[in-house]
């Protein structure tokens, strides 16, 4: 139901556009997020949005370089991402949140809150 693209290989510095595209549903009522797994370490939220787009959050290591954002009428969420660095490297998924708030970045956040996942993209940054 939900469908990741858009990763690839580049190099640091570069930039990638990452996609979510939903289907068989409407999500246009849940928090959507970007989550990351790295090789060999857990899942880490990596940004959030709002059902309507206005709120999002940002993990500290990505803030003013990734941009989410989101748009109801193409049920597709997206992940801009500016300036990467070789430690960015790892499977992007996209989660739906029916919870009304944007439960992350935060010490309590788990990737068990979320109702639906993609299947992840691969995202791998060369130095």
């Known amino acids: 139901q939900l469908q990741a693209s858009g990763g690839g290989l580049v190099q640091t510095g570069g930039s990638l556009r990452l996609s979510c595209v939903a289907s068989?549903?409407?999500?246009?009522?849940?928090?959507m997020a970007w989550i990351r797994q790295a090789p060999g370490k857990e899942r880490d939220f990596v940004a959030g949005?709002?059902?309507?787009?206005?709120?999002?959050s940002y993990a500290d290591s990505v803030k003013g370089r990734f941009t989410i954002s989101r748009d109801n009428a193409k049920n597709t969420v997206y992940l801009q991402m500016n300036s990467l660095k070789p430690e960015d490297t790892a499977v992007y998924y996209c989660a739906a949140d029916r919870d009304a708030v944007i439960r992350g970045p935060s010490p309590n956040w788990s990737p068990s809150i979320y109702d639906y996942w993609g299947q992840g993209t691969l995202v791998t940054v060369s130095s």
């Open positions: 068989g549903r409407t999500f246009s009522s849940y928090v």
């Open positions: 949005i709002s059902w309507s787009g206005r709120s999002t």
